[in-house]
């Protein structure tokens, strides 16, 4: 059912790029409608910045196109194509739970994805059922929201749906549907799709289709291709320092979820790290630890040569050549991630310039906190607002022995002690996602139908840095337990 008069009312404006491509990439299909959809969750304030109308999108009519019950004017619904290394394992992907309404174009002249995650079986569904059940799709909203309001590139959560229907998994959970908005939904797996299933022409139409979307200012020339790898490797170097500033654990960085956009998508198994540890594992899946916190910068570089692989047919005629100016590429990404990491480690601890010992300096904290199982974010929060006194690190004689270090440091550079605590204040959040807060939020709307658990998280994570009394409140630690906490995948 296509509905013109909400098209209107809302603010849709539907051009549909990633359906023009040639059918490999990608099989038309509607959502499965749902009976009897509740809006319980919308931004806002992003359906603000997309021109989309709020009173429209929580009307009847706006509520069944989040459900997908009714497709609005232009847009034409698909199940994108892609393949992917999950946990080292290659395999045929593709949306088997998600459907691309199309593509938005924003006030700004922005093109984003409009996709239903939940919104039923694909041609690639492999036998599952295209749901996904409430806890998993607010959590999904949370986590990405929370990134968002850190300034880490994000996919946005627009809204979530009740469907009025039950998904089965170990037991009976309320079904659900996500809003999802990204830059794009191209990914690793897409790239590593066409390599394995079309031709080196259907490699060039998805390149030349990636330049146009995501880096249009890469000119025409012979080394075009070779630019894009090298754009893609800067995007993710970048976010994968921020990853590692904040102490967030993708948990599952298989090739499909990595975006060539830059964003970080896909919030299954996700945490943020309480006690710093390298090894730090939250996912149920990942018994190895491949996807640890300290692993993250490494499987970018292991995602990234994936992507190399399939752009090798592009990069030169001569092969030997083509692998050459891969590995060229490639080897700088090791550097780009260092120097993004060092620098915001540098300002997590108030320090403008550079100097050779900083990265002892930083390496000998992270020691000291791992030796005493320390909270990560607190422990920046207590040095940011000199309340070290209230750390188990406080009065041990190697950290003693750091901080006048540290004090040293800050005193050889010109800039005050004023504003390297201003640079503090704006390096290290109050607040971010704590698991324990999630949890209670999700418990309450899932369990008891109370959103305002969530509401109040979100307020609080929308403005990590403001530094306000709320936001103390929610950076207390989880009660001690001898269960680890985990994540799941979640459908």
Known sequence: MTMGDERFEAGWKFDN?????????????????????????????LATSLGLSIEALQSEEGVAVFAGNSIPEDAQPLAQAYAGHQFGNFTMLGDGR???????ITPQGERLDIQLKGAGRTPYSRGGDGRA?????????????AMHGLGIPTTRSLAVVTTGESVIRENHLPGAILTRIATSHLRVGTFEYVLQWGNVEDIRVLAEYTLQRHYPDIEEGQDRYLHLLQEVIKRQAMLIAKWQLVGFIHG?????????????????PCAFMDIFDPAQVFSSIDRQGRYAYGNQPNI???????????????????????????????AEYATLYYGHWITGMRSKLGIFNEEEQDEILIKDLLSLMHKYHVDYTNTFLALTFNTVEDTVLSGTPEFTAWYTLWQERLGRQQESKDAAHELMRNSNPAVIARNHRVEEALAAAVDHGDYSVMEQLLEVLSNPYAHTPEQAMYATLPADSALPYRTFCGT
């Open 133 to 145: 059940s409430l806890g998993p799709m607010l959590r999904e909203y949370i986590i990405s929201e």
């Open 252 to 268: 599952v960085m298989n090739t499909d979820n990595m975006a060539i956009g830059g964003e970080t998508i896909d919030y299954g």
């Open 300 to 330: 970018g570089g292991w995602n990234l040569t994936r992507f190399a692989e399939a752009l090798v047919p592009l990069l030169h005629e001569d092969q030997s050549e083509a692998v050459e100016l891969a590995q060229d590429a490639l």
């Open 98 to 104: 998600a459907v691309l309404l199309g593509e938005h």
């Open 17 to 45: 790029s990633y359906a023009r491509l040639p059918q490999l990439f990608a099989t038309s299909t509607n959502p499965t409608p749902v009976r009897s959809p509740q809006l319980v969750i919308l931004n806002e304030e």
